[in-house]
T-cell receptor
């Protein structure tokens, strides 16, 4: 059974640019959530989607957005990148029967 | 904000020794989970303990939960060099009688197992 796939693995962007990260959940999992991990703030919840609907959103500025498609794949977008957005972005999928399974993450560096 | 707070922040032991990590949290929970992370890679789910459980075992892992003290501990027995990683606790908090569909993580314990 394939795991959670996040693309790309690494990304370097310039301040002011925007970026889109992708997450393909485990087959059959309809919930996808996103987390940001930084050395200073640790792991912080960004948002969660279920059947294309956002059910919860963390305390991040509106520059951070996401969406989920009908096949449960999810994308998150960060606009007007700031240096502080440099982080490891982790996606997790889950079902009612299972816990959370995380992908390997996308390492975003903003220069 | 961080709900779970692990201690110690860092732990260094010799192979074969046991490692104990603690986690405290602040609100009512549905369950508490422990994860391992190797060198900034993805999180690997280790074990989940529900709020009505007090102890759970999985291989060399033993987790306890004390909801009256809002605390949990993770014990790794007979540690190996391959156990070197960061360990995080995460809570699925009660929200409106159910879940708010997110995990709240602690800052983690960095475990180093020396060969």
């Amino acid at each position: 059974k394939a795991g959670v796939t996040q693309t790309p693995r690494y990304l370097i962007k310039t301040r002011g640019q925007q970026v889109t990260l992708s997450c393909s959940p485990i087959s059959g999992h309809r919930s996808v959530s996103w987390y940001q991990q930084t050395p200073g703030q640790g792991l912080q919840f960004l948002f969660e989607y279920f059947s294309e609907t956002q059910r919860n959103k963390g305390n991040f500025p509106g520059r951070f957005s996401g969406r989920q498609f009908s096949n449960s794949r999810s994308e998150m977008n960060v606009s007007t990148l700031e240096l502080g957005d440099s982080a490891l972005y982790l996606c997790a999928s889950s079902s009612t029967r299972s816990g959370y399974t995380f992908g390997s993450g996308t390492r975003l560096t903003v220069v | 904000s961080q709900q779970g707070e692990e201690d110690p922040q860092a732990l260094s032991i010799q192979e074969g020794e046991n490692a104990t990590m603690n986690c405290s949290y602040k609100t009512s929970i549905n369950n508490l989970q422990w994860y391992r992370q190797n060198s900034g890679r993805g999180l690997v789910h280790l074990i989940l303990i529900r709020s009505n459980e007090r102890e759970k075992h999985s291989g060399r892992l033993r987790v306890t939960l004390d909801t009256s003290k809002k605390s949990s501990s993770l014990l790794i027995t007979a540690s190996r060099a391959a156990d070197t990683a960061s360990y995080f606790c995460a809570t699925d908090d009660v929200y409106s009688g159910g879940s708010n569909y997110k995990l709240t993580f602690g800052k983690g314990t960095l475990l180093t197992v020396n060969p």
